[in-house]
Nanobody
Framework: QVQLVESGGGLVQTGGSLRLSCADSGRTFSRYTMAWFRQAPGKERGIVAQINWSGQSTHYADSVKGRFTISRDNAKNTVYLQMNSLKPEDTAVYYC??????????????????WGQGTQVTVSS
């Protein structure tokens, strides 16, 4: 069973960087497609980035391409989201998610069955 815990959120100025981490305390992390979603107040939860089990395939939302990088370390049961050149519109609660279904691009929240508790990212202007 996957149990996900996010960390690394916080307050940063426009143009700054943050690195989110999501650790899985379960034993089957390497089997899962992993993803980062975000949800801003009054908006639906949407995909930010996704990565397949090996790390060889990734996909990004258009709004973060070239600024965010998703990666994983299966030996550490951890997925990361490096966020650079942050903008106020990146402000949201960020969630990591794990799923065992087929690789779907872009992934939908219904493709994932395990979620972290979320971490707040706030970008000030």
């Amino acid at each position: 069973q996957v149990q996900l815990v996010e960390s690394g959120g916080g307050l940063v100025q426009t143009g700054g960087s943050l690195r989110l981490s999501c650790a899985d305390s379960g034993r089957t992390f390497s089997r899962y497609t992993m993803a980062w979603f975000r949800q801003a107040p009054g908006k639906e939860r949407g995909i930010v980035a996704q990565i397949n089990w090996s790390g060889q395939s990734t996909h990004y939302a258009d709004s973060v391409k070239g600024r965010f990088t998703i990666s994983r370390d299966n030996a550490k049961n951890t997925v990361y989201l490096q966020m650079n050149s942050l903008k106020p519109e990146d402000t949201a609660v960020y969630y990591c998610a794990a799923g065992q279904g087929n690789w779907v691009v872009p992934a939908r929240s219904t493709d994932f069955d395990s979620w972290g508790q979320g971490t707040q990212v706030t970008v000030s202007s």
